[in-house]
Every structure is written in C-alpha cells, then in structure tokens.
C-alpha cells in the first residue's frame, strides 16, 4: 500500500520560506522518481518540481526555478520541497506525487492528500 503524506504547510508572508515534507511508505522509494505539485482556486495544476530516483537530475517549473529546491532522503523515504521567497501566487495545495519508474517521464500513479500554502500579508 504505497501512502504518501504531505506536511509542513502554513501561512506565511511574501518573501518568507517554508519547507514541506513527504514522508513515503509502501513501496521502495530510492527506485521511484518522485514530484511535487499543486493546485489554486482559478489556476491551472502545475507540476512544480521533479526528481530522478537518485536525485541526480530535477525539473522546475518556470514559476518557481530559483527559488523552490527538491530534495530527497532515500534513507529515510522522505522527498521535500524547500520554497524560498514566496509570493502570494504560490498560495496552493501542495501534493506529493510518486512516479511510476526512475524518472519522471514515465509519469505518475500515486499521490498523497495535499497540504495548504498560503502566502498572505
């Protein structure tokens, strides 16, 4: 039973930081290619970051290259996104999302509940 859990949204000004966490279970995690996306009221799903199951090649949308980073932890089946200089377009639920081979070409077949961004004054 592949489980993906998303934690470490909240609400936090613009120009400030905050790090997400995806803690991943079920399946072999080091061998999976895995994403990160999210979703707002009137804007289109965006697929925000992506990462190779080594974590030797990544991907940014264009909204957020220079200042979202992913990164993972094969040894604790964790996969992050650290957001830097958050803007209020970044207001979002924010998903996990495990590929379905080592790299994201093959697209993906599981994700996980969401958690809230907000970046509001």
């Known amino acids: 039973q592949v489980q993906l859990v998303e934690s470490g949204g909240g609400l936090v000004q613009p120009g400030g930081s905050l790090r997400l966490s995806c803690a991943a279970s079920?399946?072999?995690?080091?061998?999976?290619?895995m994403s990160w996306y999210r979703q707002a009221p009137g804007k289109e799903r965006e697929l925000v970051a992506v990462?190779?199951?080594?974590?030797?090649?990544?991907k940014y949308a264009d909204s957020v290259k220079g200042r979202f980073t992913i990164s993972r932890d094969n040894a604790k089946n964790t996969l992050n996104l650290q957001m830097n200089n958050l803007k209020p377009e970044d207001t979002a639920v924010y998903y996990c999302?495990?590929?379905?081979?080592?790299?994201?070409?093959?697209?993906?077949?599981?994700w996980g509940q969401g958690t809230q961004v907000t970046v509001s004054s």
């Open positions: 079920g399946f072999t995690f080091s061998t999976y290619a």
């Open positions: 990462m190779t199951a080594a974590g030797s090649s990544t």
């Open positions: 999302g495990k590929g379905r081979m080592t790299h994201w070409i093959g697209g993906y077949d599981y």
